[in-house]
């Protein structure tokens, strides 16, 4: 069963796994997912990620609440990037979603709120 901090840790982190084989691993064929209003389909997904391995650094994934009922996942956690020239940025993350039949995610839903950062940072998790 996937995780969103397993997932995300290796999405930003394992930059020995290709971006691809990364998203393979936690997420369905036909993953989608809302942020903050916004709908991208696994091709942007994957976009997203490869653009936030160029400017993150490092980041550190922190569930603070998480419920798993069948296919049903929710959580909040925070995610406390240092990007790479150095500054710090801490997003709070509010995700809905829904498991595949093999445990990937199939669906998110999610809200970010930044907590530390720069206005240009508020964008974080759609930009790419």
């Known amino acids: 069963m996937a995780d969103i901090a397993?997932?995300?840790t290796a999405l930003l982190n394992d930059r020995d796994s290709s971006v691809d084989e990364t998203i393979d691993r936690h997420?369905?064929?036909?993953y989608r997912q809302?942020?903050?209003g916004l709908w991208?389909?696994?091709a942007q997904f994957t976009d997203h990620i490869a653009h936030l391995r160029a400017i993150v650094a490092h980041a550190e994934v922190r569930v603070l609440d998480e419920l798993v009922q069948g296919t049903a996942y929710a959580d909040r956690h925070e995610v406390h990037v240092t990007k790479t020239d150095g500054t710090l940025v801490v997003q709070e993350v509010y995700l809905f979603g829904t498991l595949a039949e093999d445990g990937r995610f199939a669906e998110v839903h999610e809200v970010t709120h930044l907590l530390?950062?720069?206005?240009?940072?508020?964008?974080?998790?759609?930009?790419?």
């Open 34 to 36: 809302k942020t903050d």
């Open 116 to 128: 530390r950062g720069n206005e240009a940072d508020r964008s974080l998790g759609t930009a790419s």
């Open 6 to 8: 397993t997932a995300l």
């Open 40 to 42: 991208s389909d696994r």
């Open 27 to 30: 997420f369905a064929e036909g």
